[in-house]
T-cell receptor, first 113, second 116 residues
Framework: NAGVTQTPKFQVLKTGQSMTLQCAQD?????MSWYRQDPGMGLRLIHY???????DQGEVPNGYNVSRSTTEDFPLRLLSAAPSQTSVYFC????????????FGQGTRLTVV | AQTVTQSQPEMSVQEAETVTLSCTYD???????LFWYKQPPSRQMILVIR??????QNATENRFSVNFQKAAKSFSLKISDSQLGDAAMYFC?????????????FGEGTQLTVNP
């Protein structure tokens, strides 16, 4: 059972570069989210999606872009990387509302130099 | 908007003893879900325990239990008979009933050290 798969696990970028963090889930979950984890701040919601073709902003969306063309995939794009985007990024998925529990990927550690 | 606060950045416990991690939250909703997640050095987010606000009974999962005080908006995690494998970062999280399971508000985290 793959669950939620994030790639890559580690990445180093130079300031100004762009890249896409990949997230795929094989549980047919409609809901997917991206978080960033920073020391002393917990996990903060970047963007989320309630289904293919539908996305919305979370708490810290600036500098990130998302799209959801399929149920399985929810990529996160950094348009022009900045040192402030150095963080650990998590993707999560779940069934719709109710008692549905979030399933998390293994995280991507991103360093922007 | 809801907020979650964990006031203990670090805690330590002796192996086999009991430790309690604190969490408070702020919400105007009457129904919601609360969670404790464990994050070991592997970074994997592991669900430890879940509490539905409409249930008065405190949730328990083996050595893990919660003290849910709805009026006080408090949700503490008690770990009994602590084991070395319990050493991890612990996050308290809140979810509104109208939002999906993957849309959570997290606290800052508590780093738990277990001493042999």
């Amino acid at each position: 059972n793959a669950g939620v798969t994030q790639t890559p696990k580690f990445q180093v970028l130079k300031t100004g570069q762009s890249m896409t963090l990949q997230c795929a889930q094989d549980m047919n979950h409609e809901y997917m989210s991206w978080y960033r984890q920073d020391p002393g701040m917990g996990l903060r919601l970047i963007h989320y999606s309630v289904g293919a073709g539908i996305t919305d902003q979370g708490e810290v969306p600036n500098g990130y872009n998302v799209s959801r063309s399929t149920t399985e995939d929810f990529p996160l794009r950094l348009l022009s990387a900045a040192p402030s985007q150095t963080s650990v990024y998590f993707c999560a998925s779940s069934y719709p509302t109710g008692a549905g529990t979030a399933f998390f990927g293994q995280g991507t550690r991103l360093t922007v130099v | 908007a809801q907020t979650v606060t964990q006031s203990q950045p670090e805690m330590s416990v002796q192996e086999a003893e009991t430790v309690t991690l604190s969490c408070t939250y702020d919400t105007s909703e009457s129904d919601y879900y609360l969670f404790w997640y464990k994050q070991p050095p592997s970074r994997q987010m592991i669900l430890v325990i879940r509490q539905e606000a409409y249930k008065q009974q405190n949730a328990t999962e083996n050595r893990f239990s919660v003290n849910f005080q709805k009026a006080a908006k408090s949700f503490s995690l008690k770990i009994s008979d602590s084991q070395l494998g319990d050493a991890a970062m612990y996050f308290c999280a809140y979810r509104s009933p109208e939002t999906s399971g993957s849309r959570l508000t997290f606290g800052e985290g508590t780093q738990l050290t277990v001493n042999p």
